[in-house]
Structure formats: structure tokens, C-alpha cells
Antibody, heavy 120, light 110 residues
Framework: EEQLVESGGGLVQPGGSLRLSCAASGFTFSQYWMGWVRQAPGKGLEWVGNIKQDGSRKVYVDSVKGRFTLSRDNAKNSMSLQMDSLRGEDTAVYYC?????????????WGQGTTVTVSS | QTVVTQEPSFSVSPGGTVILTCGLSSGSVSANNYPSWYQQTPGQPPRTLIDSSNTRSSGVPDRFSGSILGNKAALIITGAQADDDCDYYCVLYMGNDIWAFGGGTKLTVL
């Protein structure tokens, strides 16, 4: 079964840091773009960023550029999101997702999410 | 900055047909925006409905279909059922490997 499991969420003070992880299983992780999507309480889904198969390309939504960093370890079938200088508006459930990119495009496998709360 | 637009809410009667749209605040949606559609119920992760080739994900009923209608992407639900009462999101490719969600549509079936 193709599966993604997020971990690392928690409560952090404004200005603090947190590292989220996404563990993949059941598929060849190195063949896919991977990404993160978040959802603030009571709000819609927001695309956060994607990382290419070999990690050579990383893209982010403007609101997290310079504060969040994507990385992946294909040998360990895992992806991480390092979140620094956290703000209250970063409070959300963070979902890890797999992207299919050829010939069609979509996020086709989702994790259950991990909750990040930024508060003093 | 261009924003992805969706109807905030929509209502349909059981058995009815509804077309939810996904547009751009500036310009038209085309196949090059690779639109895809997702369904979400409260407290659950999103579920992928349709990819950019308008192919349904495994297990998605054939009452769901995708298309580009005019200058927008569309999710068409024919024969709406009670458990279709939830939130729907589209995602569009904005260029330079950047993607964006629409604000979502809350569909009510009653």
C-alpha cells in the first residue's frame, strides 16, 4: 500500500523552529516530486512547496520563502520541511503529498497530516 | 498577483447536477494550468478526485468528471448524493513549478 506518514508537529513559540518529516512507503519514492500542503484552522488548503525527485529543485509559496526549507533523503524514503522564524499564521495542519507529473499532474497520495501550533 | 477562484458555496438537490468552477482572477484557465480536483470532509485529509487529464482516481464514482468549460476548469457532479456534501478544491499550475489552490467550494446537498 502506498503510504505517507507525517511527524514532527507540535507547539512552538513565535520565532521558533520546527522540523516536519514525511515517511514514504509502498512506492519508489525517488521517482516522484513531493510536496507539502497546509490548512489553517477553519480555512482552505494552501500549497506550501514542492521538491523535485533528486532534490535539485525546490519551490515555495511566497509566504514561506526564506523561512521554510525542503529536503529529501531518497535512501531513507523521507522528506523534511524545516520551518524557521515561525509565525502565528503558520499554525495549520501540514499534509505531505506525492505528485504525479507525467502525463497528468495531481497530488495522488496524501498523509494524514501533522498539526503545527505557533503560539506563546 | 493572480489568484485561483472558486465559488465559496453551492447547493444542489439530491440527484441533481452541479458544476463547480475553478478560474483565475486574471486570465483564462487552460490545459496548461493542469487543473486537478480534491474532496475534503471535516477532520480528514484531502482525497484526490480527478487529475489534470480528467482521469478519476481509484474508487472515485463516475458521477464525478472534470473538464474545461469556457475560461475555467470545471468539476461536474451528476446525480449528487448526500455524501457529496463536503468541500471541494482545485489546484492550478501557475508557472515556474508553482502551484496554487482555489479557496474551495462548500457543497451542500439538500
Amino acid at each position: 500500500e502506498e503510504q505517507l506518514v507525517e511527524s514532527g508537529g507540535g507547539l512552538v513559540q513565535p520565532g521558533g523552529s520546527l522540523r516536519l518529516s514525511c515517511a514514504a512507503s509502498g512506492f519508489t519514492f525517488s521517482q516522484y516530486w513531493m510536496g507539502w500542503v497546509r490548512q489553517a484552522p477553519g480555512k482552505g488548503l494552501e500549497w506550501v512547496g514542492n521538491i523535485k525527485q533528486d532534490g535539485s529543485r525546490k519551490v515555495y509559496v511566497d509566504s514561506v520563502k526564506g523561512r521554510f526549507t525542503l529536503s529529501r533523503d531518497n535512501a531513507k524514503n523521507s522528506m523534511s520541511l524545516q520551518m524557521d522564524s515561525l509565525r502565528g499564521e503558520d499554525t495549520a495542519v501540514y499534509y505531505c503529498a506525492r505528485w504525479i507529473t507525467a502525463p497528468a499532474h495531481a497530488m495522488d497520495v496524501w498523509g494524514q497530516g501533522t498539526t503545527v501550533t505557533v503560539s506563546s | 498577483q493572480t489568484v485561483v477562484t472558486q465559488e465559496p458555496s453551492f447547493s444542489v438537490s439530491p440527484g441533481g447536477t452541479v458544476i463547480l468552477t475553478c478560474g483565475l482572477s486574471s486570465g483564462s484557465v487552460s490545459a496548461n494550468n493542469y487543473p486537478s480536483w480534491y474532496q475534503q470532509t471535516p477532520g480528514q485529509p484531502p482525497r484526490t478526485l480527478i487529475d489534470s487529464s480528467n482521469t478519476r482516481s481509484s474508487g472515485v464514482p463516475d458521477r464525478f468528471s472534470g473538464s474545461i468549460l469556457g475560461n475555467k476548469a470545471a468539476l461536474i457532479i451528476t446525480g449528487a448524493q448526500a455524501d457529496d456534501d463536503c468541500d471541494y478544491y482545485c489546484v492550478l499550475y501557475m508557472g515556474n513549478d508553482i502551484w496554487a489552490f482555489g479557496g474551495g467550494t462548500k457543497l451542500t446537498v439538500l
